[in-house]
């Protein structure tokens, strides 16, 4: 024999200020906490065991997905900046690395966008920053860090999504 439940009350299930964690854990807490240019702080199970990274953008942590190269035209597909700091790279004639780039240990890469923004998209063009072996990781934590370093920029033509 079945058991009746009862019926949930709107105000028990709907309405401003429920939070879920990690996908299970449902209850209610006050608005979601928001971050610079609106966007909020948002509790991510990662469900389908994709690939997260951290990244600098602006000076502050965020996560990002990592989703693979992917082939495009430059000169017509909108692309965001991403910085990779190395101690050395070397491109081929089209522009992509000759085998993989020597990239600083614990050093996160640097986008220099985030959703929301005019010059966001979700493909990245890679720039490499060309840094000495003393370099401390992390101390380039924006765009404007790695242009204003006096650090060499290669320009890639190397696409993630």
């Known amino acids: 024999m079945a058991t009746r439940r009862r019926p949930i009350p709107a105000e028990e299930s709907e309405g401003e200020g429920w939070q879920v964690e ?4 449902l209850h209610r807490g006050g608005a979601a906490k928001r971050w610079d240019e609106g ?8 469900p389908f065991n994709q690939g997260m990274e951290r990244v600098w953008f602006d000076g502050k942590i965020v996560y990002a997905l990592e989703l693979g190269e992917v ?4 000169k017509s597909v909108k692309v965001a ?4 700091v190395v101690y050395s790279v070397e491109l081929d004639a089209q522009g992509k690395p000759k085998g993989k780039p020597e990239a600083v240990p614990g050093q996160y ?3 220099d966008s985030v959703p929301g923004m005019e010059k966001y998209s979700p ?3 890679f720039n490499y920053v060309v840094v000495p072996r003393g370099y401390k990781p992390n101390t ?3 765009e404007d860090d790695c242009v204003r370093s006096g650090h060499r920029i290669v320009k890639s033509t190397e696409v993630e999504n």
């Open 81 to 84: 900046q991403e910085y990779q």
């Open 22 to 25: 990690a996908g299970r854990a």
């Open 109 to 111: 890469n640097i986008y």
């Open 71 to 74: 082939q495009v035209d430059l």
């Open 123 to 125: 493909l990245w063009q």
């Open 39 to 46: 966007t909020e702080l948002l509790t991510y199970d990662n």
């Open 140 to 142: 380039l934590r924006s």
